[in-house]
């Protein structure tokens, strides 16, 4: 586990990340720059944090909306050669007129600097300092806040396994859609744009909407969505096929190619995309999470599709 990081020395870090990739950086800068990083073992951890990052590429028309970037360019002083060359860089990061990047706010830098994180492909089991259990799906990210009346965790993005363990305290799991209470009980939660998906595997969960405030007890086999409408009915969960990812394994059950594709594009670098010609077709078989290139193999053996492969990160399923 990793401490939080404070959040001036985070925004310094992502400073620095701008400056360092604007190309116009002076040896008296770059040597700041190291002095800064070698002041404190803080400053070092955060600016590994964001010099890990997988920004998005997403150049747009609404520049200098955000302020960490806005700064970083009046820093290039008055000189228009250097602001350019800044400019293109801060672009290629985007750092500019992306709906994803809000500065030190954004979901891509709370999930940096969250205190247990996975890239992508990636999955880990931790034991928390109460004793559970906790397991991370791809490019997942949580943050605890224990405190000595609860056990706090928020679910930044992603996917988690917990088994809590028992404690006078209650544990409270919050994503942007749900807050959930328990106090020994197994479940799973799934959190992505299209709400939080809460399965429960043993004991009871109470689920509530932080749209709303409604809350509902979740029994064990059940399983539920909550999104900006509220909270869904209950439904039962095949539980099995709600764990494979534990197990490194996507079970398809006549499942449709392209949503295939989509997920196995969770667990892969890249861009993986399906032609629409071929979308519709269905698969059934067990497709491992671990080894994204022979599922892709067996994809084709399967059905009449061949694998296109542009870059080893850009890879789209066409029609045979």
């Known amino acids: 586990m990793s401490g939080a990081i404070e959040p001036k020395v985070r925004d310094s870090a992502i400073r620095w990340m701008v400056r360092l990739q604007s190309g116009v950086m002076s040896a008296d800068e770059q040597e700041a720059f190291q002095?800064?990083?070698?002041?404190?073992?803080?400053?070092?951890?955060?600016?590994?944090?964001?010099?890990?990052?997988?920004?998005?590429?997403?150049?747009?028309?609404?520049?200098?909306?955000?302020?960490?970037a806005r700064k970083a360019l009046e820093s290039a002083g008055p000189d228009m050669q250097q602001r350019?060359?800044?400019?293109?860089?801060?672009?290629?990061?985007?750092?500019l007129g992306s709906a994803t990047w809000q500065g030190a706010d954004s979901t891509t830098l709370q999930a940096a600097f969250a205190n247990y994180r996975t890239?992508?492909?990636?999955?880990?089991?931790?034991?928390?300092?109460?004793?559970?259990?906790?397991?991370?799906?791809?490019?997942?990210?949580?943050?605890?806040?224990?405190?000595?009346?609860?056990?706090?965790?928020?679910?930044?993005?992603?996917e988690l396994s917990l088994i809590s363990a028992p404690d006078a305290r209650a544990l409270q799991l919050t994503t942007a859609d749900a807050l959930l209470r328990t106090t020994d009980?197994?479940?799973?939660?799934?959190h992505d744009r299209q709400g939080t998906l809460v399965t429960v595997l043993k004991g009871q969960v109470k689920v509530q909407s932080r749209r709303d405030q409604t809350s509902?007890?979740?029994?064990?086999?059940?399983?539920?969505?909550?999104?900006?409408?509220?909270?869904?009915?209950?439904?039962?969960?095949?539980?099995?096929?709600?764990?494979?990812?534990?197990?490194?394994?996507?079970?398809?059950?006549?499942?449709?190619?392209?949503?295939?594709?989509?997920?196995?594009s969770r667990y892969r670098p890249g861009v993986l995309r399906c032609h629409e010609q071929v979308a519709g077709l269905r698969l059934t078989g067990s497709f491992s999470l671990d080894n994204t290139d022979a599922a892709l193999t067996l994809m084709?053996?399967?059905?009449?599709?061949?694998?296109?492969?542009?870059?080893?990160?850009?890879?789209?399923?066409?029609?045979?």
């Not at 070698?38 to 590429?57: C, G, K, Y």
């Not at 350019?84 to 985007?94: A, F, I, S, T, Y």
Request: avoid cysteine; charged fraction near 25%.
């Open 216 to 264: 509902v007890p979740l029994e064990a086999g059940w399983q539920t969505r909550v999104d900006n409408a509220g909270i869904e009915t209950a439904s039962r969960a095949d539980l099995p096929v709600a764990q494979a990812w534990l197990r490194g394994i996507l079970p398809a059950e006549r499942m449709r190619l392209d949503d295939l594709v989509a997920e196995l």
């Open 185 to 190: 009980a197994q479940f799973l939660v799934h």
């Open 35 to 68: 002095r800064w990083r070698d002041a404190n073992d803080a400053h070092d951890q955060a600016w590994q944090r964001v010099a890990s990052l997988a920004l998005p590429h997403q150049p747009g028309a609404e520049l200098l909306r955000d302020a960490t």
């Open 119 to 158: 890239g992508t492909g990636e999955r880990r089991k931790w034991t928390l300092a109460d004793g559970s259990a906790l397991w991370l799906n791809t490019a997942s990210a949580v943050n605890l806040d224990f405190t000595p009346a609860v056990r706090g965790l928020r679910l930044v993005e992603g």
């Open 84 to 95: 350019r060359q800044l400019l293109k860089r801060m672009v290629v990061l985007g750092l």
């Open 300 to 320: 084709a053996r399967s059905l009449p599709v061949r694998i296109e492969r542009l870059t080893r990160y850009w890879v789209t399923v066409m029609p045979a």
